[in-house]
């Protein structure tokens, strides 16, 4: 069983910058795809972005060009730095598996953006 913690939100200024971390604990998270997603209040939960156990990422439209998402297998952690930070981008944010069943999901970590 995967356990899911994301870190490293706050609150930040329009044009800031962020970076999230998701560590997890058991063995099938090196082999999997991960994904970061997001949830505004209110609205569903959104895919953010995605990486696979090699590496190849893929971005919504609305992050491309402005957050990175990557992994370290060795730690279990995948991160996603989060420049030009817009206020729309104001969220819970979560990291679970892609393309896949998804796993228990953590606690998350709120992004908060001002304009």
């Known amino acids: 069983q995967v356990q899911l913690v994301e870190s490293g939100g706050g609150l930040v200024q329009a044009g800031g910058s962020l970076r999230l971390s998701c560590t997890a604990s058991?063995?099938?998270?090196?082999?999997?795809?991960v994904g970061w997603y997001r949830q505004a209040p209110g609205k569903q939960r959104d895919w953010v972005a995605a990486?696979?156990?090699?590496?190849?990422?893929n971005y919504a439209d609305s992050v491309k060009g402005r957050f990175t998402i990557s992994r370290d297998n060795a730690e279990n952690t995948v991160y996603l730095q989060m420049n030009s930070l817009k206020p729309e981008d104001t969220a819970v944010y979560y990291c679970n598996s892609f393309g896949s069943l998804p796993w228990a999901w953590g606690q998350g970590t709120q992004v908060t953006v001002s304009s």
């Open positions: 058991g063995s099938r998270f090196r082999s999997n795809a």
């Open positions: 990486i696979t156990s090699g590496g190849r990422t």
